[in-house]
């Protein structure tokens, strides 16, 4: 018992050690970053006929709320050389019929090479008006995941780079400058991958398929993941990219090597954690084939997108979240511990299993347990008191740590008040873990006992912040 | 892993379980937070760190929250200030440049940029500035900058810290002041990417004062990789700022590949097919990346003889590098090529290279169209599907 007690006291311990030292780590990143990246200009990239051509790559289903606003977003993005894969995914509303209206699309004789796998590719639409001539979408089968639909879009996409996103976030305007920044600079290793900070567009103001006003979200929840996201990409990942263990790019918007991509499969279609799964397994191949590479990380906000507004809808993203989690955790269990996969394998691969896998069942477990103690009589109320103080001053010293990075570098909630606002959310938060660690146990339960793969699907509004 | 999930899932319950069978308070008793530890003969208990803790962090996240909403208010002063001052200065400025007697508005300057703070921001609205005037208007703007000693502020940012450097560096360029050139050499070559490119920025821009003088000297001293982030900033400033063009064969034999590349670039950019022959030689270079940049240029230039001699490459090629030799073949849009073309359709199994050489011939014009039909009645490889995607104009 004793061995278990003293288990317990150290996983904690080290959890706590560890978000401090990825924090301290990811400050210094972040300072060094925004100071060099207040001398880029990102004009010179963005017009130049020598900069690398793009295919962005947005899959869609069902759709239809949003699809033309978003389209019109990446049409109108700030790069001199790019095209839109739209890839209709087997939608059974009008999101195909309303994008063959709007950009006066034709079905045409493109040829392709199934060179990845996917379901069935119904037909290829381009725009008879020369605007939109960088437009193609593509009509498939429903695969049954996001991972389906971009493999079939690998196969006719013509560029080097690729961007992956989700059809319905809103893309910043030099999102693609700045993304491609790592790809042109790097010499040494070939870069493989690039993500960047996704942001909250929940009750911000929308216009053209341009965010006009940034707001704090106006509920309680988007407001609550405000401070996650921040923290995850601002403390989390700024370190992980610095320590060479980053093993996740986000499915909003990502910017990969092709070439590396297709080599080593495409996307995995038979999981549910297709945005981590990918990264994973294009840095095994990088490995296992020698050669050196790198997977960067921007601390710039690319993007944004909405994100769940009810509990019901966090439930399921959240549940979705841990079931990808495991699968690819599942898909590549050799790398765990293992020296060669460098800093990857014996750090970012351990941490994720430990204490993104594990930590929230260990806290259910003590819930459970504290509510025992509780119902028996058994709990010492001094000393429980006591932690559950310690480790509430401490979430929030954590969130208030995130506030100050938030405003130290996007600095984009402009009034006062916002700033209190989400102090005041830092302080509730900590007793919201213990739903988001039900969400996590919800996902291993139906992970173990086999769930099938399937688009989560959020409630969205279409557009209306 | 979905056995390892379950057993996972089990190890907890039964962990719980076994909670659940003992005695709580004995358990507490045994945790380490009650242990007693001595250091430097103070005995205390973990338990004692959590007080401390928790006062610590309530009050980091007191003062955080104090230091947000000082800095924002610090932040709005200091806008609210440089805002006043730009405007000022615009006003003095304009009236300094359409004056002939300007002893008024230079002791206005002296009196309005009294600190350093101040100093830097009439600097830096100087150099935005200078960086469209034409050459009277900047001459005068020089003198000004010159008579309010601002060349002392940037000449010490040369000796400060990168950051500094640069922004010193932008100065000297944005009002031609070349007397630096020799320091700026010895950063073409820094380890830092930002310094290195203004450096390289700066050189190219500064030489509009020495006619005689190569504006791309630099490259041949170059050593380290030119990215192509350098090569992209450098080539907008020679579109935006009128640089002259140097004939870019004269660094295609360097010994760093980038440089080889970004000449490449350029040659195509400028359309310099004067010297074919050179551009010809890094066709056969030891590096794939040149060698593939080189097919392309040669595509882009339509220099279909030197396409024609490198026909032998084709074979030893990567496959990247196939496709690209064919897509230059295409550009160039040469009836005598069709052959070979047919030739490479017959052979080929890869799909970008049978595309791209059906491509090819029906680029070449109405020859080229007149074989693809008769091709289109052959039942041969996938013709049909090939040559309908080629056919079609939506499809660019």
Redesign the interface.
């Known amino acids: ?2 061995l ?3 288990f317990i ?1 150290f996983f904690t311990l080290i959890i706590l050690i560890l978000y401090v030292g990825l924090g301290l780590f990811s400050s210094l990143a972040l300072r060094k970053y925004l ?2 990246n207040s ?3 990102y004009t ?2 963005a ?6 051509p793009i295919s962005i790559i947005a899959p869609a289903l069902n759709e239809e709320k949003s699809i033309i606003k978003s389209v019109k977003t990446l049409l109108a993005l700030r790069y001199s050389n790019f095209e839109v894969i739209v890839i209709n995914d087997g939608s059974s509303d009008n999101t195909l019929q309303l994008l063959k209206d709007t950009f006066q699309l ?1 079905k ?6 199934y060179k990845i796998p996917c379901e069935k590719i119904k037909g290829v639409w ?3 008006d020369k605007r939109f ?1 960088n437009l193609i979408v593509l009509d498939k089968n429903n695969g049954g995941c996001k991972a389906d639909a971009i493999n079939a879009a690998l196969n006719i996409c013509r560029n080097d780079l690729i961007v992956t996103i989700d059809s319905d976030s809103i893309i910043e305007p030099d999102a693609l400058s700045k993304l491609v ?1 790592p790809f ?4 040494k290793k070939k870069v493989i991958g690039a993500g960047g900070v996704i942001r909250i567009l929940n009750s911000c103001v929308v216009e053209d398929g341009k965010i006009k006003e940034v707001n704090l979200p106006k509920k309680f929840l988007p407001r609550l993941q405000v401070l996650e996201y921040t923290r995850a990409f601002l403390l989390g990942r700024m370190a992980w990219s610095h320590l060479d263990g980053l093993m996740l790019i986000s499915g909003a918007m990502g910017m990969f090597d092709k070439k590396t991509m297709i080599d080593c499969g495409g996307y995995d279609t038979t999981g549910i954690g297709e945005d981590m799964e990918v990264v994973l397994k294009m840095r095994r191949y990088m490995v296992d084939q020698n050669k050196k590479y790198i997977v960067t990380y921007i601390p710039d906000p690319l993007c944004w997108t909405e994100v769940p507004s009810d509990l019901k809808s966090l439930q399921t993203q959240r549940t979705r979240w841990t079931m990808g989690l ?2 690819s ?3 590549h ?1 050799k790398m765990f511990l293992n020296p060669k996969y460098g800093k990857l394998g014996l750090l970012g691969y351990p941490f994720w299993f430990i204490f993104e896998w ?1 930590a929230p ?2 806290a ?2 003590g819930m ?2 504290t509510i ?2 509780g119902v ?1 009589g ?3 109320w001094s ?1 429980f008191l ?2 559950t ?2 480790i509430y ?2 979430s ?2 954590l969130s ?2 995130t ?2 990075f938030e ?1 130290i570098t996007f600095h984009k909630y402009r009034r ?1 008040r916002d ?2 606002k989400l ?1 005041l959310t830092s302080l509730v938060e900590p007793f919201l873990y213990i739903l988001f660690a039900y969400f996590a146990v919800r996902g ?2 139906k ?2 006992f ?1 769930d099938n793969k399937h688009w989560g699907t959020v409630k969205r509004n279409g557009g209306k912040h | ?2 056995k ?3 057993f ?2 089990a190890f ?1 319950i039964i ?2 379980i ?3 069978f ?7 008793n ?4 009650l242990k007693e530890f001595t250091v430097l003969g103070e005995s205390f208990k973990l ?1 004692d760190i ?2 401390v ?2 006062v610590s ?2 009050s ?2 007191i003062v ?2 104090i ?3 000082l ?2 208010a610090k932040m709005e002063r200091e806008k609210k200030i440089k805002d006043n001052l730009l405007v000022k200065y615009q006003d003095l400025l304009l009236k300094y440049l359409e004056k002939e007697d300007n002893v008024n508005e230079s002791l206005e300057f002296i009196k309005l940029a009294s600190s350093r703070f101040k100093r830097q921001l009439l600097i830096t609205e100087i150099s935005d500035l200078a960086l469209n005037l034409p050459e009277k208007p900047l001459q005068k703007i020089q003198k000004l900058y010159f008579d309010l000693k601002l060349d002392r502020d940037t000449f010490r940012k040369l000796r400060g810290p990168w ?1 500094k450097k ?1 922004q010193g560096i932008k100065e000297l360029y944005a009002l031609n002041i070349a007397k630096k050139n020799k320091s700026l050499y010895k950063w073409v070559n820094s380890k830092n ?2 310094l290195r490119m ?1 450096a390289q920025i700066a050189l190219v821009d500064l030489s509009k004062e020495h006619p005689e003088s190569n504006p791309f000297e630099f490259l041949g001293k170059l050593k380290v ?1 030119f ?7 450098l ?2 400033v020679m579109v935006q700022r009128d640089i002259r063009i140097p004939d870019f064969s004269q660094w295609l034999d360097s010994k760093n590949d ?1 440089v080889v590349m970004f000449c490449l ?1 350029m040659i195509k ?1 400028y359309k310099q097919t004067e010297n074919y022959q050179k551009i010809q030689t890094a066709t056969s270079h030891k590096n794939e990346n040149v060698r593939r940049l080189a097919y392309q240029v040669l595509g882009d230039l339509k220099l279909a003889s030197s396409l024609k001699q490198i026909r032998g490459a084709f074979k030893t090629e990567t496959h990247d590098n196939r496709v690209e030799i064919i897509r230059g073949m295409r550009k160039a849009s040469d009836l005598s090529l069709i052959p070979f073309l047919r030739k490479v359709i017959d052979n080929e199994e890869s ?2 290279i049978l ?1 791209e050489a059906v491509r090819a011939i029906a680029d070449t014009g109405e020859a080229g169209k007149e074989i693809l039909n008769k091709m289109l009645q052959s039942e041969y490889k ?1 013709y049909n ?2 040559i ?2 080629v ?2 104009h ?3």
């Open positions: 018992m004793s278990l007690i003293n006291f100071h060099k001398y880029v200009n010179d990239v017009i130049s006929p020598l900069s690398p034709q045409t004789h493109y040829f392709f090479d381009k725009s008879v001539s920044k042109l600079e790097e010499k495991i699968d955790l599942e898909k269990t594990l069942l260990m259910m477990m459970l347990y025992y103690l028996t058994s709990i010492n000393f006591l932690l103080a310690f001053s401490f929030i010293f208030s740590w506030v100050l405003e006062k700033v209190v102090f291993n339960i992970y173990a086999g | 892993m979905k390892l999930s379950l996972i899932l907890l962990t719980l076994s909670f659940y003992q005695s709580n308070a004995e358990s507490i045994q945790s380490l937070w338990v959590l007080f803790s928790i962090f309530i980091v996240m955080l929250l230091i947000i909403l800095n924002r950051y640069i990417d930002l203004e990789p990215s192509l982030w350098e090569q992209i900033t080539h907008q980038t670039r950019e799909a970008e595309v996938d599907i090939i309908k995607h056919l079609d939506r499809i660019i």
